[in-house]
């Protein structure tokens, strides 16, 4: 991992993003790339095309400027938690979010985006609260939402929901090496249902011969309401990372197809690190 975007509306919930973008950053040696983009107001009235230039204009400048005078509060957050060394660097944007992010990643080989899950209100308010749900659906790299209410701590437990499918190894691998960055355990969690394929026992068991040597125990769970009983798992194992993985189909569509995600993008408290199929 070497290149994370943070896209921020400097409101209190993306400087809460801000945070974990550091800290991951800082632990991977990566770079942070911080990244905002605007929108242009729309000029309902008709005005001559020289004067829409004009609001257009003084709307950009105005962007810019309070852009240059957003990064130094940023810069002083990193050093105030002894992380003013992770590299940085800005990029301003004007345009849709989610096509922005999505230009910038291919652009820019990013490997993870870190963001806030909840907009603020007034002024500042701008993408991030309706729209992490967006990113999280149609970004084409991993996306790690962070609640507004969150407070950083040392992530020590790590919850991974999956199906024991081939696919999923992928994903495990990935956290795993999250996993050994910050020294955290990792839960493998499944939850039980009527429906379950024959061969999941064995499917299973072939998940623990695998990987025997890695800091994992798996967790398999009853539970009526899928998404309340990973809620519940969550905060009963102390969980400082939630980590799923996007599945096209299949039973378990309803708990990980995209709307599920970002459902529990908006309900869950706990940091939701989301990697795509394929």
């Known amino acids: 991992?070497?290149?994370?975007?943070?896209?921020?509306?400097?409101?209190?919930?993306?400087?809460?993003?801000?945070?974990?973008?550091?800290?991951?950053?800082?632990?991977?040696?990566?770079?942070?790339?911080?990244?905002?983009?605007?929108?242009?107001?729309?000029?309902?009235?008709?005005?001559?095309?020289?004067?829409?230039?004009?609001?257009?204009?003084?709307?950009?400048?105005?962007?810019?400027?309070?852009?240059?005078?957003?990064?130094?509060?940023?810069?002083?957050?990193?050093?105030?938690?002894?992380?003013?060394?992770?590299k940085m660097r800005n990029i301003l944007l004007y345009g849709d979010l989610v096509y922005n992010i999505n230009k910038v990643c291919i652009d820019e080989k990013i490997d993870l985006i870190v963001m806030g899950t909840k907009g603020a209100t007034g002024l500042k308010e701008t993408f991030l609260g309706s729209s992490t749900a967006s990113v999280i659906a149609n970004a084409k790299v991993p996306v790690l939402g962070i609640p507004a209410e969150a407070e950083y701590h040392p992530i020590k437990n790590i919850a991974f929901t999956t199906q024991y499918k081939d696919k999923d190894n992928d994903a495990l691998t990935k956290t795993l090496d999250i996993a050994r960055k910050f020294k955290a355990n990792v839960a493998c969690l499944y939850v039980k249902n009527p429906d379950d394929p024959a061969d999941i026992d064995e499917r299973i068991n072939e998940w623990k011969?695998?990987?025997?040597?890695?800091?994992?125990?798996?967790?398999?769970?009853?539970?009526?309401?899928?998404?309340?009983?990973?809620?519940?798992?969550?905060?009963?194992?102390?969980?400082?990372?939630?980590?799923?993985?996007?599945?096209?189909?299949g039973f378990f569509e309803s708990l990980f197809h995209r709307s599920l995600t970002k459902k529990m993008a908006y309900h869950t408290k706990i940091p939701l690190l989301v990697f795509h199929e394929g």
Do not use: C, W
């Open 1 to 86: 991992m070497k290149q994370i975007l943070f896209p921020t509306d400097f409101s209190e919930a993306a400087n809460t993003a801000f945070i974990y973008a550091l800290r991951f950053a800082d632990s991977f040696d990566a770079e942070l790339v911080i990244l905002h983009v605007y929108d242009l107001p729309i000029v309902e009235t008709p005005t001559l095309p020289e004067s829409t230039k004009e609001i257009f204009d003084i709307v950009e400048m105005n962007q810019f400027e309070s852009f240059r005078e957003e990064l130094p509060e940023l810069h002083l957050m990193a050093e105030r938690r002894n992380l003013g060394h992770v």
């Open 209 to 249: 011969i695998f990987y025997r040597d890695e800091n994992i125990d798996f967790f398999n769970i009853d539970g009526d309401h899928i998404e309340q009983t990973i809620l519940d798992f969550a905060e009963n194992q102390r969980v400082g990372l939630l980590v799923m993985r996007t599945h096209k189909r």
